[in-house]
């Protein structure tokens, strides 16, 4: 792997490190890593928990690649659910019959928010996180990860659409105060605290903690068929004249590259 790497602390407990420089975009070789990391945690009896954290300290996942045109994909196996291919990793990782866990530091926007929205549980830094879903200022929406599903069954359905309609970041203690992350902890002590949860839940016995995820769940992730329109949508958008204006603009800008554009985009995601 080139953009995921997986360390092994026991058994029972891995790491994943997330670095796509410059700002960790995800795009179709982090797809293709992250099911070869899928197909191998569904297949190991003894792996009880997954953390998911970033090699770059300011971008978590910065968003979707808006580069790339997935053609790197074409001699790849079939999504395993019948998803587009970024909607089959979100959906079998919330499903994993393991516990999985964002441990954010940095910006996480857009399909960066929809990943950790597919993860059980999010753990942020409270001086160093800022996510949002910030398609609407670019006259998109979600790509189709699931943040119009996820969110509003997590925050309610008012915090919902100001996250949604709204485009704009929300830091680590505003995320918590929303429900959007678990909590938000001090930055010093994110890794210490991350890693003694991890620990924790990685001494546990793996079967009793799938079941407990199923029953979880059974009553709180969305039905698969929701996320079909949601995606067609986003693809669609994507050749108007709006956007078209808008990434032009950006990637003149310096969308995708590290700077201030990347930086504040929930605060610049307007027209250029």
């Given at each position: 792997?080139?953009?995921?790497?997986?360390?092994?602390?026991?058994?029972?407990?891995?790491?994943?490190?997330?670095?796509?420089?410059?700002?960790?975009?995800?795009?179709?070789?982090?797809?293709?890593e992250m099911r070869a990391l899928l197909?191998?945690?569904?297949?190991?009896?003894?792996?009880?928990?997954?953390?998911?954290?970033?090699?770059?300290?300011?971008?978590?996942i910065a968003h979707w690649d808006l580069?790339?045109?997935?053609?790197?994909?074409?001699?790849?196996?079939?999504?395993?659910?019948?998803?587009?291919?970024?909607?089959?990793?979100?959906?079998?990782?919330?499903?994993?019959?393991?516990?999985?866990?964002?441990?954010?530091?940095?910006?996480?926007?857009?399909?960066?928010?929809?990943?950790?929205?597919?993860?059980?549980?999010?753990?942020?830094?409270?001086?160093?996180?800022?996510?949002?879903?910030?398609?609407?200022?670019?006259?998109?929406?979600?790509?189709?990860?699931?943040?119009?599903?996820?969110?509003?069954?997590?925050?309610?359905?008012?915090?919902?659409?100001?996250?949604?309609?709204?485009?704009?970041?929300?830091?680590?203690?505003?995320?918590?105060?929303?429900?959007?992350?678990?909590?938000?902890?001090?930055?010093?002590?994110?890794?210490?605290?991350?890693?003694?949860?991890?620990?924790?839940?990685?001494?546990?016995?793996?079967?009793?903690?799938?079941?407990?995820?199923?029953?979880?769940?059974?009553?709180?992730?969305?039905?698969?068929?929701?996320?079909?329109?949601?995606?067609?949508?986003?693809?669609?958008?994507?050749?108007?004249?709006?956007?078209?204006?808008?990434?032009?603009?950006?990637?003149?800008?310096?969308?995708?590259?590290?700077?201030?554009?990347?930086?504040?985009?929930?605060?610049?995601?307007?027209?250029?």
């Open positions: 792997m080139t953009q995921i790497n997986i360390t092994k602390e026991s058994p029972s407990f891995w790491r994943a490190s997330l670095n796509n420089p410059p700002v960790n975009v995800f795009g179709a070789q982090m797809i293709i197909d191998a945690a569904e297949k190991d009896p003894e792996l009880t928990v997954i953390v998911f954290e970033s090699a770059n300290p300011d971008y978590f580069a790339d045109d997935l053609s790197s994909l074409a001699d790849q196996p079939p999504p395993v659910t019948g998803q587009q291919p970024f909607v089959d990793v979100v959906v079998r990782l919330s499903k994993l019959p393991v516990v999985t866990i964002s441990k954010i530091r940095g910006r996480a926007r857009g399909a960066g928010s929809e990943f950790l929205l597919a993860t059980d549980i999010r753990f942020a830094s409270r001086e160093r996180t800022l996510i949002g879903q910030f398609e609407m200022g670019a006259g998109s929406v979600p790509p189709g990860g699931g943040s119009p599903a996820r969110l509003p069954r997590l925050v309610g359905r008012g915090r919902a659409l100001e996250i949604l309609v709204g485009a704009k970041d929300f830091d680590g203690d505003l995320a918590e105060r929303y429900g959007y992350v678990n909590r938000a902890v001090p930055d010093a002590e994110l890794d210490e605290f991350v890693t003694a949860f991890a620990s924790r839940v990685a001494s546990f016995d793996r079967g009793a903690l799938a079941e407990i995820k199923g029953w979880v769940n059974a009553i709180t992730l969305p039905d698969d068929n929701e996320f079909p329109p949601q995606s067609a949508t986003f693809a669609a958008r994507l050749g108007m004249p709006r956007y078209e204006s808008w990434s032009a603009g950006a990637f003149a800008a310096g969308l995708q590259q590290s700077g201030d554009l990347e930086e504040r985009l929930g605060t610049r995601s307007v027209e250029f």
